[in-house]
């Protein structure tokens, strides 16, 4: 039976992308693509959400990348650019499931430094019992450890557990793990899972 969601926060709940941010830095779409995808990607990014600290980060991209070293710099400088908004329609699920006295928890890749920015501008994040944070922990999804860290310190059993993600590769580590897990890509497409495994009405 499943007892307890566990929502991602980026791309679920909440909708983060540089690009929010970089369509006002570089106009031209393909230099904008080349740049995320070549000095500033995903990959790099995850290093911060692994732990590493921001300012160190910066350094490291510029000292590879110095003639961009403006743009880099407002990666985390101007951070707080690339969240658009809640989600539309999901923060409503959550607030339905919450109604329904449904245990709700957190498993997101974030950088320790920035969280409290997320928390400061989604009020809905106080719904949760329990959020872990991969830059807090130093491990991200989907490593099977941070995994272990939200079961251990909220005594969760997979099994009991509905995972959302908007990433394959979490979602295939959490189903590994025993978790029913779901790829999010819209809301209606969860409201309805979620209606059909009898979490909401």
Not at 165 to 184: I, K, S, T, Y
Request: hydrophobic content about 45%.
């Amino acid at each position: 039976m499943i007892r307890n969601v566990v929502f991602d926060i980026g791309g679920v709940l909440v909708d983060w992308n540089p690009q929010h941010l970089y369509r006002k830095l570089i106009a031209d779409a393909a230099e904008r693509e080349r740049f995320l995808a070549e000095i500033c990607p995903q990959s790099w990014n995850e290093e911060q959400d692994a732990g590493r600290p921001l300012a160190a980060g910066t350094a490291a991209q510029v000292a590879r990348f110095p003639q961009h070293a403006d743009l880099i710099s407002a990666y985390y400088g101007r951070w707080e650019e690339m969240l658009a908004g809640p989600v539309p329609g999901t923060p409503d699920l959550l607030l339905r499931l919450h109604a329904r006295q449904t245990p709700l928890y957190a498993l997101t890749n974030w950088p320790a430094e920035l969280f409290p920015i997320g928390r400061r501008r989604f009020p809905f994040l106080k719904l949760f019992r329990g959020i872990v944070v991969s830059g807090e922990e130093g491990v991200i999804k989907p490593d099977p450890a941070i995994f272990a860290i939200l079961g251990e310190r909220h005594a969760l059993r997979a099994e009991e557990c509905l995972f959302i993600d908007d990433n394959p590769a979490n979602v295939a580590a959490a189903a590994a793990l025993g978790f029913a897990a779901h790829r999010f890509t819209d809301a209606a497409s969860l409201e309805r899972w979620l209606t059909e495994l009898g979490l909401l009405d």
